[in-house]
């Protein structure tokens, strides 16, 4: 990579991406639920994914054709909900929720990034990222939703 700002800015992401990795995991471990641990090992592991992309982008293994954004339904379910707390036993529905938070404030951090910088490569690495945290945000707002409010017999 010969752009040092773009270089910087992936190592940044990159540290984000572990960050978030153990902070799932740390979640995880606290769990007894085993549905709620197997959906945090999940977006762990999407953690992990990102940063091996990350990795493997800043060393040359993708172009910037890979870059492509995908429609992401944006359901803002997280901004209308307190987070909860981290707790030893928690909900599922609280568990998804924290997850949704985290991924809300890893899209916005993204986002605002991105605005800071014209459009190129080092944009749109930035928009990929953020799409990235944004189906994740909607994965858990989903689960969060239909563990919270589950359907009943009476529609």
Excluded: C
């Excluded at 990579?1 to 270089?7: A, E, H, N, R, V």
């Excluded at 940044?12 to 991406?17: H, L, N, P, Q």
């Excluded at 990102?50 to 901004?79: C, M, N, T, W």
């Excluded at 909900?81 to 599922?92: G, L, T």
């Amino acid at each position: 990579m010969t752009d040092p700002k773009l270089s910087e800015i992936i190592a940044t992401a990159i540290k984000r991406e572990e960050d978030a990795y153990g902070f799932y995991m740390d979640i995880y471990g606290r769990l007894d639920d085993p549905g709620a641990k197997d959906t945090i090992e999940w977006i762990a592991g999407e953690e992990k994914k990102h940063k091996e992309f990350l990795v493997s982008y800043r060393d040359g293994g993708y172009s910037p054709e890979v870059l492509q954004l995908k429609e992401v339904q944006y359901l803002k379910i997280a901004e209308h909900q307190e987070e909860p707390e981290i707790e030893a036993e928690m909900r599922s529905e609280d568990v998804f929720l924290v997850a949704s938070h985290r991924e809300y404030k890893s899209f916005h951090f993204y986002t605002e990034l991105a605005d800071h910088h014209a459009e190129g490569e080092i944009k749109s690495v930035l928009l990929k990222m953020a799409s990235e945290e944004l189906k994740h945000k909607e994965k858990m707002e989903y689960l969060y939703a239909n563990t919270a409010f589950p359907q009943t017999d009476g529609g």
